[in-house]
């Protein structure tokens, strides 16, 4: 069963850091396209970040560039999602989704088709 379960959601004041991670089971998360989303009650998904297979080329949204980095932890088969400099905006709920047959990421949700649950992100003071 093709499964991911993200982690490292919680509270945090603003221009602090978080650490999210999606944990792959039943694949390897190298051979797949990884993105992480964000969703807020009453808003659409947005893509944040995505990286690729192969090369590991990676995107990200406008609102996350130059704060977050997206990267590979093949060991633990994790993709982890470096939050730094963190605004009240960035509160959501943040999903990553996979896509084994597809060699470069997307921004689009439709290009996923497995998908974690979600961890919550809060930035507040």
């Known amino acids: 069963q093709l499964q991911l379960v993200e982690s490292g959601g919680g509270l945090v004041q603003p221009g602090g850091s978080l650490r999210l991670s999606c944990a792959a089971s039943?694949?390897?998360?190298?051979?797949?396209?990884i993105g992480w989303f964000r969703q807020d009650p009453g808003k659409e998904r947005e893509g944040v970040s995505c990286?690729?297979?192969?090369?590991?080329?990676?995107y990200y949204s406008n609102s996350a560039k130059g704060r977050f980095t997206i990267s590979r932890d093949n060991a633990k088969n994790t993709v982890v999602l470096q939050m730094n400099s963190l605004k009240s905006e960035d509160t959501a709920i943040y999903y990553c989704?996979?896509?084994?047959?597809?060699?470069?990421?997307?921004?689009?949700?439709?290009?996923?088709?497995?998908w974690g649950r979600g961890t919550q992100v809060t930035v507040a003071s």
């Open positions: 989704a996979a896509n084994l047959k597809y060699y470069y990421c997307s921004a689009y949700a439709d290009s996923y088709n497995v």
């Open positions: 039943g694949f390897t998360s190298d051979d797949s396209i």
């Open positions: 990286i690729s297979r192969g090369n590991g080329s990676t």
